[in-house]
């Protein structure tokens, strides 16, 4: 076992489970073109209905704004951060059925819509977040079997891991779209360490969301790490302890 250490933590381990995005990749990088091409098209056709969001804009996905209009962050805590495919889509439809489109209509509008924002989010926008590569490196030297669990689709998850040149790290990838239960419930920790053949509490859980830090407690996980890059840590308040930058954690 290898012993993983942060400045307020550590666990023995064999193995670690990621999030994705904004614990792999930066989040607001890669997914801002896709949002601003969403709710763009989504404001028009409200607008054609006669009708405009229901509340602000920064409000249906947690999406934040300059004065510009610009998007420069995101609510750690909304949508935009932690919903899955599936979920977005229920919330940006919700907002067209609302104005008086029938909800059928209205999931087959934003299904449309979020696949042509799909082309706007390409390799340019994938960037790794801060210390990643030479942690996963470490980790790979230390004989740690790493996994990735995702709200995003396993397909999307890969072709951005891809991108990044990462995407061999990765002994195994569950996706929403793998299990019945997506987080925070733990049935992805638990499908993802069975096909790692170890146990969860042989196993660390880092993500940057509350949501991947219940989910490693419920799972019983080694430790629940939270990783915040540009936002106060409060939200994690599940973490066993909260680091900055991969450059905080040691193995031993």
């Known amino acids: 076992m290898v012993l993983l250490k942060t400045e307020k933590a550590e666990a023995h381990v064999l193995g670690i489970l990621f999030d994705k995005d904004g614990t792999l990749l930066d989040l607001n990088k890669l997914w801002t073109p896709w949002a601003t091409f969403v709710?763009?098209?989504l404001e028009r056709k409200l607008a054609s209905l006669g009708h405009s969001f229901t509340?602000?804009?920064d409000q249906v996905l947690g999406t934040q704004y300059d004065n510009s209009g610009r998007v420069i962050?995101?609510?750690?805590?909304?949508?935009?951060a932690i919903a899955t495919v599936s979920e977005s889509t229920a919330v940006l439809a919700w907002q067209l059925y609302v104005a008086g489109m029938p909800w059928n209509d209205a999931i087959t509008y934003v299904r449309m819509i979020s696949r042509q924002a799909m082309s706007k989010v390409t390799q340019e926008h994938a960037h790794p977040t801060p210390g990643l590569i030479p942690f996963l490196m470490k980790c790979r030297e230390k004989g740690i079997r790493l996994g990735v669990v995702t709200s995003d689709a396993r397909d999307t998850a890969e072709h951005h891991l891809r991108w990044l040149g990462i995407l061999d790290y990765f002994d195994v990838i569950i996706g929403y779209d793998q299990v019945k239960n997506s987080k925070p419930h733990p049935e992805s920790a638990h499908v993802a360490c069975a096909k790692l053949g170890l146990s969860p509490q042989?196993?660390?859980?880092?993500?940057?969301?509350n949501g991947d830090m219940q989910m490693a407690k419920s799972a019983e996980s080694a430790l629940a790490?939270?990783?915040v890059q540009s936002h106060d840590p409060f939200y994690l308040h599940?973490?066993?302890t909260?680091?900055?930058?991969?450059?905080?954690i040691s193995l031993e």
């Open 225 to 227: 790490v939270g990783l």
């Open 242 to 248: 909260v680091i900055t930058n991969f450059t905080q």
């Open 39 to 41: 709710l763009d098209q």
């Open 55 to 57: 509340g602000h804009r």
């Open 238 to 240: 599940d973490a066993d």
């Open 202 to 209: 042989d196993c660390a859980v880092i993500g940057d969301s």
């Open 73 to 80: 962050g995101y609510d750690a805590q909304g949508p935009f």
